[in-house]
């Protein structure tokens, strides 16, 4: 089944411990995303990449890294993670011409106390 | 600053009736504007685009228009069912791959 998966679903962390999110996708799309969801602000994409090795800043890119070393894997790394980055995460995937049709995964909640 | 704007948090629609779902947005670089949808508990999924070059993307009861030079974007449902029910993201893409969504339309077809 083709599909992105992320882990973990739920996450409750405190701050200024390191945590990773992991994205995988099984569609052998080059172009991966990571997004966060806060209520009435809708979701704002974190950082992309169009293939591995390359990866760009999207509109809220501070605190956050991300590589890619694989073109399946897609990691988000919070490096010293505080409470305003409590919020819903989404990962995507799409072919690197049809980036506006991304295909998402389940989410991954995170709070920072 | 949200570059892409819904203004309707949420429409409730009649069963069988015509559900329309606005969108403004203030970036003249766009290059597709996107719907996507989304239930309880799952990410987006997407629905249906439009190019930037073009003023109408048709898809089954779905459509999308495109009013450049207002800025403005809608999607049309027609006839709404209940499993319609979501929230709607409007979203946008820039050149250089960016993607900026809205802050959402939560639509209810009532039965």
């Known amino acids: 089944e083709a599909q992105v998966t992320q882990n973990p679903r739920y996450l409750i962390t405190v701050t200024g411990k390191k945590l990773t999110v992991t994205c995988s996708q099984n569609m052998n799309h080059e172009y991966m995303s990571w997004y966060r969801q806060d209520p009435g602000l809708g979701l704002r994409q974190i950082y992309y990449?169009?293939?591995?090795?390359?990866?760009d800043k999207g509109d809220v890119p501070e605190g956050y890294k991300v590589s890619r070393k694989e073109k399946r894997n897609f990691p988000l790394i919070l490096e010293s993670p505080s409470p305003n980055q409590t919020s819903l995460y989404f990962c995507?995937?799409?072919?690197?011409?049809?980036?506006?049709?991304?295909?998402f995964g389940p989410g991954t909640r995170l709070t920072v106390t | 600053d949200q570059q892409v704007k819904q203004n309707s948090p949420s429409l409730s629609v009649q069963e069988g009736r015509i559900s329309i779902l606005n969108c403004d947005y203030t970036n003249s670089m766009f290059d597709y504007f996107l719907w996507y949808k989304k239930y309880p508990a799952e990410g987006p999924t997407f629905l249906i685009s439009?190019?930037?070059?073009?003023d109408k993307n048709e898809d089954g009861r779905f459509t999308v228009f495109l009013n450049k030079s207002a800025k403005h974007l809608s999607l049309h449902i027609v006839p709404s069912q209940p499993g319609d029910s979501a929230v709607y993201f409007c979203a946008a893409l820039t050149g250089a791959n960016n993607l900026f969504f809205g802050t959402g339309t939560r639509l209810t077809v009532i039965p």
């Open positions: 439009i190019s930037s070059i073009k």
């Open positions: 990449s169009m293939n591995v090795e390359a990866t």
């Open positions: 995507a995937s799409s072919p690197w011409d049809r980036s506006y049709e991304q295909y």
